[in-house]
């Protein structure tokens, strides 16, 4: 029996108020509105618009009917994903009907299914990866793809949908949700690996966890190869677009030597110029200290932070340089300059995710030193942290997302998205609740277009997690304080396996 | 309490034969010869010459007087090292003083050292990396190294030196040991992430087990972020120069799609564009099933077991290049085209170790497709894996390895490898043994001299594990039959905790 399969046999642990499914109570009064541009949402979501916040409770058994339910995976891979399914199949009442789409939200477009047995999941429960149904990246928007998906809906009769995904396909799940109307209610399950999806009901987002515990162990390795061998600068940039939460929580399990931060960049106003300098001479000074060697951490969203990239970026998009973007464009390695002009998407943009920030950085650093001995390594960390077992915390979260799901399909709601609460208590005491998804809702640009979106949750310069990387990172950058948290553990001390996210708090 | 904390109190199970240092006997009369140019390692080493392999058994009690040894980590990281120490600190009879020598054995010539004291070793038990007393790649080579060797050696009074290293290293130990003569003993202790240190003794170099595992999670995490996401063929190249005993070992774990074994290659002696073409004719044939994903794995040193590239290799370190020569260069990839010709290390030699060989592979097979969806993901596993929290087994094994050097220092004997035979057994049964290093040697051009060497064991076509391997391969091609062995645990259940590298038979 290997790890997977042994993991495969082992149940989630539940909290105390979804024991007896049964027995749950959702309620709430207080209406609620939405982040801003209150009249756009209101009008996009007449129906949905203004819901209570739902919070479970215990009370007496209620009856609950089978329901015809269809689950679906949107966007990229995160840890728990399966287990999301899992504990919604299991919270469903007897003689429900699962069935999953195929190749995410276009799967329901197309009419793509499969029904999902106790027998079929079995083998996913507790497993990493999205692979039991796959998933994708369509949005369903036009009037067509809304049309098509309805008809799938109706073809196979649901009474229910859930939604796993991101800010953008919850927000999508509110759109299907007041598009299909009373006859299917909807239900958006939060998930990124990015921990930018949250909120006073969602602490975290599932899979980060998973994600940074997996990087970490990595970086840990990492920094302990730097302090053996003494002469490699290992510069690792991670995976998450747009935030910096995975950079954060990484350098507080880890301790690296310098951490690159988007948000107090961008706050700052710091040129690329003053970035490097600052790095060059923490480098030159630990050279000084006989150090030639050590770690930076680097946001993969960085450069567009950086105010004269973010222009320069607009600027290129656009197909219009300026003079001083041509000039910022021409400080650049000539193999980043190389792809912001060669590597376009389909819509002509420049693919953020596709510089090699972590060579750009090591090259303008390169350029900036005075030392002799300067042997820099590059990591990316990404595609291995979104699919690993999920950490015992994205199990069981994930396993409750689900049951969450479940409850709230099972009351009749719709527009909603699963919440458990109070992830920083014992499994026990979590909590559940649902809120709805037009409350979260502002409207910003996209694509040239006001749509309606649910704004990414940034780094906090005020949070407590930031306070406590910036009140140690000085001491950080010449005492070699580093961590090696090791890999992720299943079994022994419930201090090494149960613990969760430290951003969280 | 973190994880290497926990480790850290945690005492490593030790072979019945080792449980009481005092009974074990080391015995042995035959006389050894060595792999080959008897009469130029006879020469070099007259005093070491012949001498017996000597097994171990348990006998009655001996009285074992204190020693005052030094000890040495030389080359790269391995995770175990610190455990080899520990071990070695452990078994030395009561009253003895161990000296570690900092940064390789540099070290010993310019007398760095630091004396190993209980307390100071305990933070280190059972942890990864090399970071106790640090390592370095210097060779004790000239009249002058070997001179101020034998001076700090004096000045400490030290009676035994343990010599934990690789090929190089080991041979390295028997030449000091030679030189030294009979006031001081040395033994060597076999480690390499490679595996490439292999023979009836050691029938695996510590290090590997976490290296490899290290390794599989992640390539297990990509293979299942692979046909999650379905849209992405991930290129990685592990470490580990010369032998593909990692690549193997990997493959064997995880069940890619593709791996290339250098020394396969080799022997069919096929063209870089018949490998190319293989792999493409996979990649098409995937395609036409609705796959444009996978899984390659690349094993480090391969471009040097590529017939034609290992010719342009030679023909550029000598400054002439022949006209197959500049056809062969001019076809590859205009990225490497330039690391070929301008990345030389001090002697002007090329280095292979900066090539990216997972970029040239991409590149080619990019050119011979006909597909259109083709989004390749570049990797490089090293550094990640040499300094991980040593496994069960890396753990164990190093601090029978130590316990054994102290052993063969005990029985007063010199110019020994320690070796802990019959691993593929429960640790309980595992043995004990001493191997004359010259018995390893032949002579081999390094550098333009002739040297004595420890011949690197490579990859065995005819031996079980790749034959498993090449048994399976062509099913693993379109089956996506991969495996996710999920991150090293070390509690839970022993099938999961207790496994030993696969290779290992």
């Known amino acids: 029996m290997d790890l997977c399969e042994q993991r495969a046999s082992e149940a989630p642990k539940l909290p105390k108020i979804l024991q007896n499914i049964d027995q749950v109570r959702l309620e709430g009064q207080k209406s609620t509105t939405c982040i801003s541009h209150q009249e756009e949402i209101e009008k996009q979501f007449p129906t949905l618009f203004g819901a209570p916040i739902l919070k479970g409770s215990t009370g007496d058994s209620i009856e609950r009917k089978p329901l015809k339910v269809g689950v679906v995976l949107s966007g990229g891979q995160a840890a728990g994903g399966h287990n999301v399914i899992a504990g919604l199949f299991d919270s469903l009442p007897k003689g429900s009907k699962l069935f999953g789409f195929l190749g995410g939200p276009g799967g329901i477009v197309d009419g793509h299914y499969k029904e999902l047995t106790s027998q079929f999941i079995a083998s996913y429960r507790n497993q990493g990866g999205f692979d039991m149904i796959g998933s994708g990246r369509t949005k369903i928007e036009s009037e067509e793809q809304l049309k098509k998906s309805k008809e799938t809906i109706e073809s196979l009769k649901l009474e229910a949908l859930v939604v796993i995904g991101g800010d953008d396909s919850n927000t999508n799940a509110a759109v299907l949700a007041e598009y299909l109307g009373s006859q299917v209610n909807v239900v958006g399950v939060p998930k990124t690996i990015d921990g930018d999806l949250q909120n006073p009901y969602v602490q975290i987002s599932f899979g980060f966890d998973t994600a940074t515990k997996t990087y970490s162990e990595m970086i840990g390795n990492i920094a302990r190869d730097a302090i ?62 006989g150090k030639n060697y050590g770690v ?36 650049l390695p000539s193999a980043i300059q190389e792809q912001l002009q060669m590597d376009r998407d389909p819509h002509g943009n420049v693919q953020v995710s596709h510089i090699q920030t972590e060579k750009l950085i090591l090259e303008l650093v390169k350029k900036e030193l005075t030392i002799e001995n300067f042997s820099p390594v590059e990591h990316f960390f990404g595609y291995e942290g979104r699919c690993g077992l999920p950490s015992h915390f994205d199990a069981n979260y994930c396993y409750a997302l689900g049951s969450c799901a479940g409850v709230i399909l099972s ?10 609460t109070d992830i920083h208590q014992p499994i026990e005491k979590w909590g559940v609740a649902a809120l709805p998804i037009t409350s979260l809702l502002c409207v910003e640009e996209r694509k040239g277009k006001m749509k309606p979106v649910i704004q990414k949750a940034l780094v906090d310069l005020n949070g407590a997690p930031f306070k406590s990387f910036s009140s140690k990172r000085e001491s950080w950058k010449y005492a070699d304080d580093y961590r090696f948290p090791g890999p992720i553990q299943f079994y022994g001390p419930d201090l090494i396996t149960e613990s969760i996210p430290l951003i969280v708090k």
């Open 228 to 289: 053996s061998a003494k002469k490699y600068y290992h510069f690792v940039k991670l995976m998450g677009r747009s935030a910096s939460h995975i950079a954060l929580e990484c350098a507080l399990r880890t301790q690296p030597n310098y951490t690159f931060i988007s948000e107090e960049i961008e706050h700052s106003g710091k040129a690329l110029s003053e970035l490097i300098k600052e790095l060059a001479e923490m480098i030159e000074k630990r050279a000084r200290e």
């Open 411 to 420: 009351h009749g709601k719709t527009g909603y998205m699963a919440c458990v």
């Open 296 to 331: 930076v951490l680097i946001p993969e969203g960085l450069i567009e932070f950086i105010p004269e990239l973010k222009s320069l970026i607009l600027e290129l998009n656009r197909g219009e340089l300026s003079k001083e973007g041509e000039k910022v464009l021409h400080a």
